[in-house]
């Protein structure tokens, strides 16, 4: 099982990013999907999950700013960042969970990761 992130980079505030995770080694259709981030000195915090269903959480620190959607044909995760504020300033993760279900903004017990993507936002 594989996960790589592309997409990372600085960006203005008010600007837009968009993250995305390449998957390998396993169907995504079969797990549960989200971003973590890490800012640093700052503890992880669970962004955006999509579930096996599609049905998507967010955290309230992002709701109206992100949308987390996936591409099961190509087997990618991505995160559309948008109105992006200095605060998000971090590294973001790809990760997955065996277990169905999500609760704002991450899935349950993630069992693979990526190996992140730094987003910085001026």
């Known amino acids: 099982v594989q996960l790589v992130e592309s997409g990372g980079d600085s960006a203005q505030a008010g600007g837009s990013l968009r993250l995305s995770c390449a998957a390998s080694?396993?169907?995504?259709?079969?797990?549960?999907m989200g971003w973590v981030r890490q800012g640093t000195g700052k503890e992880p915090e669970g962004v955006a999950a999509?579930?096996?269903?599609?049905?998507?959480s967010y955290a309230d620190s992002v709701k109206g700013r992100f949308v987390i959607s996936k591409d099961n044909a190509k087997n990618t995760l991505y995160l559309q960042m948008s109105s992006l504020k200095p605060e998000d300033t971090a590294m973001y993760y790809c990760a997955a969970s065996p277990y169905f279900g999500t609760s704002g903004g991450s899935c349950q017990s993630y069992a693979y990761w990526g190996q992140g993507t730094q987003v910085t936002v001026s």
């Open positions: 080694g396993y169907s995504n259709t079969n797990y549960c």
């Open positions: 999509i579930d096996s269903d599609g049905s998507t």
